[in-house]
C-alpha cells in the first residue's frame, strides 16, 4: 500500500486526486489531508477517509474543525498552524506528497517533501516558479521523485524518454509546444476585457478549476508560468518551448525531436488523468476520466496566442528569459493582482499593468540562492504591487462600479 499525502485537499486538484484514490483502494492508503481553512469540507473529508492525520494552516479554522468533529473521529490526530503542512509533507509514512495548495501559500511544504525525498506530484506551479532551482536542487540530493500534475507537463512527461531525469535536457529533444485553451476570452476584443466580471474570468470553457489558476487561464498567464515551470523541469531554454493555442484542451502537449518526430498526449480534459498517471507511475491507473472520442471530437485547431491583448503572457515570457528574481516578482505581483481582480478592486486588463510596474520597479535580477532570498524578493513584489494598485487609473469596467480606488 502507497501512502498519499493531499496537501490542498479540500480544493479542485485536492478533491480529483481523493477522487483517483478512492478508485485505487487496494493500492493507495490516505495518510494524512491539509489545507487552508475549509474547516466544514475537511471534516467530511476526515470522516469519509479517517486518515492518520489532518492539518490546517489557519488556526482559527483549526479549533472550528476539533468543534465540527467533536472527538468522532479518534484516528486522526489534528494539527494546526503553517508548520503542520510541512509536517505531513514529510511524515515517514508517507511515499507520495501530493502538492495541490494554491499559489506561494504552497512553498514550505512542497520543499519540506521534496526535501524528505518523497515522490512529489507537483501541482503547486507557483512553488516551482519561484523557488526552481532551490526546489531542483531539494530533489536531487534526497533522491525524491518529481512527477509534473499539470496536465502540459504531465502530458510532455509521457512522451520524453524514459530516461530522462528531472531538470536535465531530455536527449533528442529539440523542442517542445504547451498547449493553451485561450480560456474563456480568447476572441474577446481589448475593450471588452476591461469589463470582464470575475465571474465571466471563472467560467473556463473546457476545466473546471479553482478561482486564481482559472483567472490566470484567462489571462494567459498560467500559461507563462507554465512556461517557467517547463524550463526547470524539463532543462530546456525558454526559446525551445512553444505556446500554441488549441481550444479545444484535447492535445495537452507536444515533443518535437530532432529527427522530426512530434509526440503528444491526448485526452478528454479532466484532471484525473494526470493525477492517476502521477500516483500509479509507471503502471497505469483507472481515473475515472471519460475516453476520448475522436469522431465527436472531429476537429483540433491551433493558433498563435496574441500577446498584444493578453499581455500577462508577454511578462511571463520576459521574466522566463530573464531569470534569476524575475520569476519571483512576477508570480508575487501576479497573485496580488488576482486576488484585487477577484474582489472587484482591479478590472481585468489592469492585472498585467500592475505585474509590469512592479517588474520595473523590483531589485535587479540576481540569482536567489536561498528560500530567505525567494521569500524577500516575494514580499517586496507583494509590497510593490499593493503600492501599484492603489496607483492604477480608475478605468473603466467593474472596478469603477464599486468605488474601489480609495
Ligand atoms: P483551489 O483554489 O481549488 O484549492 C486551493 C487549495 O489550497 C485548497 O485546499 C485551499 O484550502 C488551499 N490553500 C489556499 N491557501 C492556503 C494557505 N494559505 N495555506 C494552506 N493551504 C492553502 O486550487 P486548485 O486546486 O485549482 O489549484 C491548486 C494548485 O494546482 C494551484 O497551484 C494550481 O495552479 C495548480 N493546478 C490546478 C489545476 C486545476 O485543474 N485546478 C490544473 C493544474 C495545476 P482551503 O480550501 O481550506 O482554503
Not at 138 to 150: C, E, H, K, Q
Not at 181 to 186: A, D, E, K, L
Not at 233 to 258: D, K, M, N, T, W
Request: with cysteine; net charge neutral; aromatic share 4%.
Amino acid at each position: 500500500m502507497i501512502g498519499v499525502v493531499v496537501l490542498g485537499s479540500t480544493g479542485s486538484v485536492g478533491e480529483n486526486t481523493l477522487d483517483v484514490l478512492a478508485r485505487n483502494p487496494d493500492r493507495f492508503r490516505l495518510v494524512a489531508l491539509g489545507a487552508n481553512r475549509n474547516a466544514a469540507k475537511l471534516a467530511q473529508q476526515i470522516r469519509h477517509w479517517r486518515p492518520a492525520y489532518a492539518a490546517l494552516a489557519d488556526a482559527g479554522a483549526a479549533s472550528e474543525l476539533t468543534q465540527l468533529l467533536g472527538g468522532s473521529v479518534p484516528e486522526t490526530r489534528l494539527l494546526a498552524g503553517a508548520g503542520a503542512l510541512e509536517q505531513i509533507a514529510s511524515l515517514p509514512e508517507a511515499d507520495s506528497v501530493m502538492a495541490a495548495i494554491v499559489g506561494a501559500a504552497g512553498l514550505r511544504s512542497t520543499l519540506a517533501a521534496a526535501r524528505a525525498g518523497k515522490r512529489l506530484l507537483l501541482a503547486n506551479k507557483e512553488s516551482l516558479v519561484m523557488s526552481g532551482p532551490l526546489l531542483m536542487e531539494a530533489v536531487r540530493r534526497s533522491g525524491a521523485t518529481l512527477l509534473p500534475i499539470d496536465s502540459e507537463h504531465n502530458a510532455i512527461f509521457q512522451c520524453l524518454p524514459p530516461q530522462s531525469r528531472a531538470g536535465e535536457a531530455p536527449a533528442g529533444v529539440r523542442r517542445i509546444v504547451l498547449t493553451a485553451s485561450g480560456g474563456p476570452f480568447r476572441e474577446a476584443t481589448h475593450d471588452a476585457l476591461a469589463a470582464v466580471t470575475p465571474e465571466a474570468a471563472c467560467a473556463h470553457p473546457n476545466w473546471v478549476m479553482g478561482r486564481k489558476i482559472s483567472v490566470d487561464s484567462a489571462t494567459l498567464m498560467n500559461k507563462g508560468l507554465e512556461l517557467i515551470e517547463a524550463c526547470l523541469l524539463f532543462g530546456l531554454r525558454p526559446a525551445q518551448v512553444e505556446i500554441v493555442v488549441h481550444p479545444q484542451s484535447i492535445v495537452h502537449s507536444l515533443v518535437e525531436y530532432r529527427d522530426g518526430s512530434v509526440l503528444a498526449q491526448l485526452g478528454s480534459p479532466d484532471m484525473r488523468t494526470p493525477i492517476a498517471h502521477a500516483l500509479g507511475w509507471p503502471d497505469r491507473i483507472a481515473s475515472g476520466v471519460e475516453f476520448l472520442d475522436l469522431v465527436r471530437t472531429a476537429r483540433l485547431d491551433f493558433q498563435a496566442p496574441d500577446t498584444e491583448r493578453f499581455r500577462c503572457l508577454a511578462l511571463a515570457q520576459a521574466a522566463a528569459r530573464e531569470g534569476g528574481s524575475f520569476p519571483v516578482v512576477l508570480n508575487a505581483a501576479n497573485e496580488v493582482a488576482v486576488q484585487a481582480f477577484l474582489e472587484r478592486r482591479l478590472n481585468f486588463l489592469q492585472i498585467a499593468a500592475v505585474i509590469e510596474a512592479v517588474m520595473a520597479t523590483a531589485t535587479g535580477g540576481a540569482a536567489l540562492e536561498s528560500l530567505d532570498e525567494v521569500l524577500a524578493a516575494d514580499a517586496e513584489a507583494r509590497r510593490l504591487a499593493h503600492e501599484s494598485l492603489t496607483a492604477q487609473p480608475v478605468a473603466r469596467g467593474h472596478a469603477t462600479t464599486r468605488g474601489v480606488h480609495a
